[in-house]
């Protein structure tokens, strides 16, 4: 079940190529960190990964086989900015209630209350949003997770609350992880492997 | 007396005109066949207490039939721009949804449809099935969904951008599930204001239709055709018979644009800048 990127080609302008040739592999269960400068590519990539974008060449292969076109995505991204992640007019047991159905002591595991479940997105916190879009994406088809720079805004304590859950979310049922940060320290506590995306000026 | 606040008063407002449309839309429903005999000792009867817009060459009270033309236009008008809404809502989701393919297909059609003038292409549809009722609305149904269409793409493919849409895609949903749930509701509220606005333009065509001979028969109380029947005698001093029935239909039209704009307010109140 590992994650191969292969030779990846991305722009999006004609001619200015954001991710030119970038390929790279993730075990099963690996927990990685991709670090580099901000505007390198790293949130492109991680889109690419996950399948929210098309390159314009390479691949992305997951156990093998290229990630299947319908249903549920084994590899779940999770991003910066919550409050855009859900949609503002659905209460947010149902935005959760549309990846999957967590039981009472999941959600607690998670620190969401049971009265947010009846909020809308606008009714909560940015740090309490990022909670429900960890626990959404940790649905039981996922495989993997890739974070990309999931606590950027938030308090120094949020930070470290929400990288707990998620960890021993992911050590619990064996999933990678991909940290997309520019915080080497985040990179170092989270991850075993850290990959410098900072590009090579011509 | 303290001051409402605006948007308080664009819903009374609203409320206020919305009840005034359905009075006209009642009234004229209500009115019996009776009320529009023909009674020769009232002929030509200039406009007084008891016949407010004044009798016709047959007798007939002109208020009456000014109320139950205006009845049967907000008929025709509604089914007319419900048609034009539904179709612009079709095109407009599957443009914005749809493959590029798709995209420039229904581009071309709303071009198409732009390029003949309105009225012309009204009156080939109209003459193409038959004229009467259903040809009429038909062909402004056919003409007048082209500006929504545009207006429900451009929507559409800005919330389709949204992190929420492939966060959705993720968990397995398919466009069809997206489209339903996500993005209908987000688009309700300009597809209603879309079709109150709508119909003003279906009642003028209707009325111009009609008018023209194009449109309702001449056995129907329609104001196209009072306005039609009654230039023969406006050259007789007359003038009534035709300037309180078009007077009205001209207030009717202004009033239900006046609503669409005054809820377009409540429903995007930063857009509007009330």
């Not at chain 1, 049971?114 to 626990?135: N, V």
């Not at chain 2, 016709?56 to 208020?63: A, E, H, K, P, V």
Request: glycine share 10%.
């Amino acid at each position: 079940m590992r994650i191969e990127v292969r030779d990846i080609v991305f722009g999006y302008t004609k001619g200015k190529k954001v991710l030119d040739g970038v390929s790279l592999s993730i075990e099963a269960g690996e927990r990685v960190a991709l670090v580099g400068p901000s505007g390198c590519g790293k949130s492109t990539l991680s889109q690419i990964i996950a399948g929210a974008l098309k390159p314009e060449s390479g691949e992305v292969l997951f156990a093998g086989k290229s990630l299947p076109r319908r249903g549920f995505c084994p590899i779940q991204l999770i991003r910066q900015h919550p409050e855009k992640a859900v949609n503002p007019r659905w209460k947010l047991g149902r935005t959760l209630a549309e990846a999957w159905a967590p039981d009472d002591s999941f959600l607690a595991a998670m620190g969401i209350e049971k009265a947010w479940l009846d909020r809308y997105p606008a009714e909560l916190s940015g740090g309490e949003l990022q909670r429900f879009c960890i626990a959404r994406a940790l649905a039981p088809e996922t495989r993997f997770i890739i974070a990309d720079e999931i606590s950027t805004m938030l308090d120094v304590i949020t930070q470290a609350q929400l990288w707990e859950l998620l960890l021993h979310a992911a050590s619990s049922r064996g999933l990678g992880i991909l940290a997309v940060t520019h915080s080497e320290r985040l990179a170092a506590h989270v991850s075993s492997r850290i990959i410098d995306f900072t590009p090579h000026m011509p | 007396m303290k001051r409402l606040n605006r948007r308080t008063a664009a819903a009374i407002g609203s409320a206020a005109m919305l009840a005034i449309v359905l009075a006209i839309y009642i009234g004229g429903a209500m009115i019996p066949d009776s009320a529009l005999q023909a009674d020769f000792s009232q002929r030509g009867l200039a406009p007084s207490a008891t016949h407010l817009f004044g009798t016709d060459f047959l007798g007939r009270d002109m208020f009456a039939r000014t109320v139950k033309g205006l009845s049967l236009s907000l008929a025709v008008g509604a089914a007319a721009s419900a048609m034009a809404a539904i179709i612009a809502l079709a095109v407009g989701v599957a443009a914005a949804m749809g493959r590029s393919a798709v995209d420039h297909a229904a581009n071309w059609f709303v071009d198409l449809f732009m390029s003949v003038p309105h009225t012309v292409l009204i009156i080939l549809i109209a003459i193409a099935l038959d004229r009467g009722a259903a040809g009429m609305m038909l062909g402004i149904a056919l003409t007048h969904w082209t500006g929504l269409a545009r207006v429900i793409r451009g929507e559409v493919l800005q919330i389709r951008a949204q992190q929420y849409i492939t966060a959705s895609r993720g968990f397995g949903k398919g466009s069809l599930w997206i489209a339903r749930r996500h993005i209908l509701p987000h688009v309700a509220p300009q597809f209603l204001i879309g079709l109150v606005l709508l119909f003003p333009h279906a009642i003028m065509h209707e009325s111009g239709l009609t008018f023209l001979g194009f449109g309702l028969p001449p056995e129907q109380p329609a104001i196209g055709i009072i306005l039609s029947e009654s230039m023969k005698y406006i050259s007789s001093g007359m003038v009534w018979l035709a300037v309180f029935p078009g007077l009205s239909l001209a207030a009717l039209v202004l009033l239900i644009d006046r609503l669409g704009n005054t809820a377009r307010r409540l429903f995007e109140p930063r857009e509007a800048q009330l």
